[in-house]
Nanobody, 125 residues
Framework: QVQLVESGGGLVQAGDSLRLSCAAS????????MGWFRQAPGKEREFVAY????????YAADSVMGRFTISRDNAKNMVFLQMNSLKPDDAAVYYC??????????????????WGQGTQVTVSS
């Protein structure tokens, strides 16, 4: 089992950057694919990006591709989401998630076994 704690959210202006962090407990962090999702008020939780166990393969949603970058540090049990050129539409609660089973893709909520509590990102125009 793994516990996830996000941090780094806050209030920024459009065009600014923000880096989210997710700290994971447990000794088997490197065995999990890690993902980021977000949920805006009144909307479904949506996929943002994921990174495979080794850290060499990542995948991002079209809406954030070229602006957001996911990375991980297996030695420190951390996963990050670097968010650049933020837009008001990026405002949401951002969640970190861990997936234990091998899959072709990890773009759905049901692909993940563990979730953090979320961190709020607010973007003013």
């Amino acid at each position: 089992q793994v516990q996830l704690v996000e941090s780094g959210g806050g209030l920024v202006q459009a065009g600014d950057s923000l880096r989210l962090s997710c700290a994971a407990s447990g000794r088997t962090f490197s065995s999990y694919t890690m993902g980021w999702f977000r949920q805006a008020p009144g909307k479904e939780r949506e996929f943002v990006a994921y990174i495979l166990r080794s850290g060499f393969t990542t995948y991002a949603a079209d809406s954030v591709m070229g602006r957001f970058t996911i990375s991980r540090d297996n030695a420190k049990n951390m996963v990050f989401l670097q968010m650049n050129s933020l837009k008001p539409d990026d405002a949401a609660v951002y969640y970190c998630a861990a997936a234990s089973k091998p899959r072709r893709h990890y773009r759905n909520r049901g692909d993940y076994d563990y979730w953090g509590q979320g961190t709020q990102v607010t973007v003013s125009s």
